[in-house]
Antibody, heavy 122, light 111 residues
Framework: EVQLVESGGGLVKPGGSLRLSCAASGFSFRSYTMNWVRQAPGKGLEWVSSITPSGSYIHYADSVKGRFTISRDNAKSSLFLQMNSLRAEDTAVYYC???????????????WGQGTLVTVSS | QSVLTQPPSVSGAPGQRVTISCTGS?????????VHWYQQLPGTAPKLLIYGNNNRPSGVPDRFSGSKSGTSASLAITGLQAEDEADYFC???????????FGNGTTVTVL
């Protein structure tokens, strides 16, 4: 059974930093592109970042570019998101999401973790 | 605001049919990118509902169907049931933004 378990969320002051982790199990983690998708309270979904299986290709949404860094440890089946210079508008539930290599375009997100809440407030 | 536009809410009586639209532009749906749909039950994470415009993953009832035409896509729920009360999101890719994009979400209420 595929499982994605996020951790590391919490309350942080504006300008602060936080590192999210996602522990994956039940599938060959090293074979899949992984993503972070966030959802502000009562709002819609926003794709944040993606990283290919080897880590060679990384993409970010413009809203987090230069402040967030995605990484992975395939030996430990783990995904990370280092968040710096946090702002109030970064407050959201952050989901760890597996990307399925669809034959056409775009790929879709077939498994989601339960999410971890990040609150940026003074 | 979201790149893909959905109605904020739709409602219907049990057994009825409801549809949710997802309107994009020439840089996403209109550029030929497929559309996927997710269902988010209250207090839970999103779950894949439809992929590739009109394909259901294993376990998704055939009451759910999708379509795509031009710069828009639609999700239809036939034989609406109480358990279908949830938020629904469409997803595609935008070549101008060079990233995955979601609709703003639609809340389905069963009357």
């Amino acid at each position: 059974e595929v499982q994605l378990v996020e951790s590391g969320g919490g309350l942080v002051k504006p300008g602060g930093s936080l590192r999210l982790s996602c522990a994956a199990s039940g599938f060959s983690f090293r074979s899949y592109t992984m993503n972070w998708v966030r959802q502000a309270p009562g709002k819609g979904l926003e794709w944040v970042s993606s990283i290919t299986p080897s880590g060679s290709y990384i993409h970010y949404a413009d809203s987090v570019k230069g402040r967030f860094t995605i990484s992975r440890d395939n030996a430990k089946s783990s995904l990370f998101l280092q968040m710096n210079s946090l702002r109030a508008e970064d407050t959201a539930v952050y989901y760890c999401v597996r990307q399925y290599p669809y034959n056409y375009s775009p790929d879709y997100f077939d498994y989601w973790g339960q999410g971890t809440l990040v609150t940026v407030s003074s | 605001q979201s790149v893909l536009t959905q109605p904020p809410s739709v409602s219907g009586a049990p057994g009825q049919r409801v549809t949710i639209s997802c309107t994009g532009s020439s840089s996403n749906i209109g550029a030929g990118y497929d559309v996927h749909w997710y269902q988010q039950l209250p207090g839970t994470a999103p779950k894949l509902l439809i992929y590739g415009n009109n394909n259901r993953p294993s376990g998704v009832p055939d009451r759910f169907s999708g379509s795509k035409s031009g710069t828009s896509a639609s999700l239809a729920i036939t034989g609406l049931q109480a358990e279908d009360e949830a938020d629904y999101f469409c997803q595609s890719y935008d070549s101008s933004l060079r990233g995955y994009v979601f609709g703003n979400g639609t809340t389905v209420t069963v009357l």
